[in-house]
């Protein structure tokens, strides 16, 4: 449990890092401020699908390494393991989308009255796809899966019994003519 409770926060933390990383590299939506309202400056623009798209793939990212990595120094796992994991991966997105909105543009009312009439400005930074929180522990399942199932210690296999053979305990093993 302990374990679980460090890779839980680890990965936790570690959306931060997402968080700054969408910021940096999702594009901007363009605002242009007029005399009562802003609008946008292309109104045919995909800037808000391409924010929520590198959220998305930067979190597809994070999910696989955060796997790796859990999977590399803890290769038994086990299911506290693999929930630490899932929970660290959806508190790291939480945090990731609360950092890329906070650090992000102000408002749009401030940022209007602020440029002034006719000039541009970029929106703040917003998560639409609210199922791409989903992305990275998604991902981190998956990929922990995979390593588990190709690389894993194996379980010992089960000792075949033909059917209608009669069962004996482990420990009872010999033959009808040694237990007379």
């Given amino acids: ?3 679980a409770a460090v890779v839980t926060v680890a990965v936790a933390l570690s959306g931060v890092l997402l968080g700054l990383l969408w910021l940096w590299l999702s594009p901007r939506v363009p605002l242009v ?3 009562s309202a802003v609008f946008l400056k292309d ?13 998305v793939l930067l979190a597809l990212g994070f999910g696989a390494v955060s796997a790796l990595l859990v999977f590399l120094f803890r ?19 939480g945090l990731a989308w609360l950092v890329g909105w906070g650090l992000g543009p102000d408002d749009v009312v401030t940022q209007a009255r602020a440029v002034g009439q006719g000039a541009t400005f970029d929106a703040p930074l917003e998560l639409n ?8 522990p998604v991902a981190a399942m ?5 390593l588990t ?3 894993a210690p194996r379980d010992p296999e089960p000792e075949w019994v033909p ?3 009669p069962y004996l305990p482990a420990d009872r093993q010999d033959g009808p003519e040694e237990r007379r």
């Fill in 1 to 3: 449990m302990r374990q």
């Fill in 33 to 35: 401020a007029g005399d």
């Fill in 43 to 55: 109104t045919e623009g995909e800037e808000a699908i391409g924010a929520d798209g590198t959220f």
């Fill in 75 to 93: 290769r038994r796992g086990g299911v506290p393991l693999v929930v630490g994991l899932a929970l660290g991966g959806l508190l790291a997105s």
């Fill in 129 to 136: 796809a609210r199922g791409a929180l989903l992305a990275w």
């Fill in 142 to 146: 998956l990929v922990h899966l995979a």
């Fill in 149 to 151: 199932a190709l690389f």
């Fill in 163 to 165: 059917f209608g053979a």
